[in-house]
């Protein structure tokens, strides 16, 4: 009896397998394959004097948005729209001419990529849809070049309570409503751990900070999560102070301004 549940069990789990397997394969390699590389629509009357890849070159990570310009030509008889620009990535944004383009006359389409976040080779795709068709794009755009890493870490940190660097020392909440929360990014640039939280005899009890991580080493990048509870407090004005505890600085010097709009 005992062998014959074995079978049997044995049996369920293979066909469990066996449909896992098969529910796996419903979407085929081609299929992934043309979602992450579509075909573009054949003999669309859309020319790109200049090609349809765009050099970058080499740019900062803190740079400035890198930003170029391609113009097509509509080598069609009747006119053409460019309905959407869609991007690989976020950190490429594209703008475009949206009325429609007459027979041999030009077009553009603005591109702006972002470093911030994206050091390396950067190769990044704009597919262009037009009113030919909204399932197939029209072009293929390609952006390619490099980024370097921001060499100084503390560049991005320009508020600075002695080592500790921040981006803002300023943050906004809404009057009444529930518990909230908002952070700040944050940058250890001394040579020793740092644990940081509220100074509560200096601080208001509706705020609290704490930092994650809890520790932050040196060199390290982390944040001030800082909660804004009104049940908590005795009196809400504007603007309240909230001081930081593990920072061996006056008290004005380790103040964080939160607003209360």
């Not at 001419?97 to 591109?111: C, H, K, N, Y």
Request: some cysteine.
């Amino acid at each position: 009896m005992k062998q014959l549940c074995k079978i049997a069990l044995l049996m369920l789990w293979m066909f469990r397998c066996g449909v896992a397997v098969a529910q796996l394969q419903l979407i085929s390699q081609s299929k992934i394959d043309s979602l992450r590389n579509p075909r573009t629509v054949t003999q669309v009357p859309i020319s790109f004097e200049e090609g349809t890849t765009v050099q970058m070159g080499v740019m900062a990570e803190d740079a400035e948005p890198w930003r170029g310009e391609l113009r097509w030509t509509n080598r069609g008889e009747e006119p053409l729209v460019v309905t959407r620009v869609v991007t690989t990535c976020g950190c490429l944004k594209a703008e475009f001419d949206e009325w429609p383009i007459l027979a041999d006359s030009v077009g553009t389409i603005r591109l702006e990529y972002h470093p911030k976040g994206h050091p390396g080779v950067v190769y990044q795709r704009a597919f262009v849809y037009t009113s030919v068709s909204d399932e197939r794009p029209s072009a293929i755009l390609v952006v390619s070049g490099e980024v370097t890493p921001v060499l100084n870490p503390q560049a991005d940190y320009p508020k600075a309570f002695g080592y500790l660097r921040l981006r803002s020392t300023e943050l906004s909440f809404r009057r009444g409503g529930s518990r909230q929360q908002l952070a700040i990014a944050c940058y250890n640039g001394s040579s020793e751990p740092m644990r940081l939280s509220t100074d509560t005899l200096l601080t208001s009890p509706a705020l609290r900070l704490k930092s994650e991580p809890s520790v932050l080493q040196p060199g390290e990048e982390g944040e001030l999560i800082v909660t804004f509870d009104p049940a908590k407090a005795v009196f809400i004005a504007p603007t309240m102070p909230l001081y930081l505890r593990g920072l061996y600085l006056p008290p004005r010097q380790r103040q964080l301004t939160v607003r209360i709009n």
